[in-house]
Nanobody, 118 residues
């Protein structure tokens, strides 16, 4: 089991920045990857970015150059630094942790709301 707790969401104007945090209940090295997803009203949940246990990162095209995912292994915490925010970035952002193995499991946080105003 892994508990994930997000924080850092809020209201920001377009063009502004926010940093989301996701604290995990166990070592990040015990998870194959950590990621951020988002879900806007009426839309499906979509991948924003992920970082593997080895530090490899991957981003959705719509956030490349604007968002940065990083990790602090000592704090078991993953961050999503969001910049040049757009109104279309408004969504609930969820932290995801995936275990190793052929039958890997996904764990989710409760989500944090990000609202970007024009």
């Amino acid at each position: 089991q892994v508990q994930l707790v997000e924080s850092g969401g809020g209201l920001v104007q377009a063009g502004g920045s926010l940093r989301l945090s996701c604290a995990a209940s166990r070592s990040l090295f015990s998870l194959s990857s950590m990621g951020w997803y988002r879900q806007a009203p009426g839309k499906q949940r979509e991948l924003v970015a992920y970082i593997t246990s080895g530090g490899t990162t991957n981003y959705a095209d719509f956030v490349k150059g604007r968002f940065t995912i990083s990790r602090d292994n000592a704090k078991n915490t993953v961050y999503l630094q969001m910049g040049s925010l757009k109104t279309e970035d408004t969504a609930v952002y969820y932290c995801n942790g995936r275990t190793f193995g052929l039958t890997s499991s996904d764990y989710w946080g409760h989500g944090t709301q990000v609202t970007v105003s024009s």
